[in-house]
T-cell receptor
């Protein structure tokens, strides 16, 4: 069966510090991968998605970047965090083809102080 | 462009009562529709989905939803609410092509009163 991991689970970082959040998927190959942010009391905003290694599409201009160094690894980064980067970050995967649903990881709670 | 509107950011029902969470969508192509549930500080879990075929779809935990093309709706229902149903519910729409991106509604927080 497929599983998706995210770490860390929680993170508190000062403004201006770098960020690296990691997401890995097990039990599948060549998944589509997605990064979402969920601000307090709001819905999910798609930040980045990837349909293959090294292929990253950005949905909104922002202080963040994403990379996919391996087939089942998706990384969200920032060089300098802003207060507005605080939120709950969710990674998701889909199987492509006729599998349209996305499966979500447990999330990372990021607080920027 | 696709969009999803969930009517009611907060819904409160009594335990044992009918649960009805409303979702309307906008899509220029036949949509694929999803309902997800999120418990506090957790990821999203798929409740059910509509792709093609039968318009009444059944999901986990006793939930079901009906796709009504004429009304552009995909409302979520459960005949009898349980305390464990208290959570945030999200409706989402996807195009059956490309990167299969999901567009989410703003969510509805369901509270169950004892």
């Amino acid at each position: 069966s497929q599983t998706i991991h995210q770490w860390p689970a929680t993170l508190v970082q000062p403004v201006g510090s770098p960020l690296s959040l990691e997401c890995t998927v097990e039990g599948t190959s060549n998944p589509n991968l997605y990064w979402y942010r969920q601000a307090a009391g709001r819905g999910l905003q798609l930040l980045f998605y990837s349909v293959g290694i090294g292929q990253i599409s950005s949905e909104v201009p922002q202080n963040l970047s994403a990379s996919r160094p391996q087939d089942r690894q998706f990384i969200l980064s920032s060089k300098k965090l802003l207060l507005s980067d605080s939120g709950f970050y969710l990674c998701a995967w889909s199987g492509g083809g006729l599998s349209y649903e996305q499966f979500f990881g447990p999330g990372t709670r990021l607080t920027v102080l | 462009a696709q969009s999803v509107t969930q009517l009611g950011s907060h819904v409160s029902v009594s335990e044992g009562a009918l649960v009805l969470l409303r979702c309307n969508y906008s899509s220029s192509v036949p949509p694929y529709l999803f309902w997800y549930v999120q418990y506090p500080n957790q990821g999203l879990q798929l409740l059910l989905k509509y792709t093609t075929g039968a318009t009444l779809v059944k999901g986990i935990n006793g939930f079901e939803a009906e796709f009504k093309k004429s009304e552009t709706s995909f409302h979520l229902t459960k005949p009898s609410a349980h305390m464990s149903d208290a959570a945030e519910y999200f409706c989402a729409v996807s195009q059956p092509q490309g990167a299969q991106k999901l567009v989410f509604g703003q969510g509805t927080r369901l509270t169950i009163n004892p």
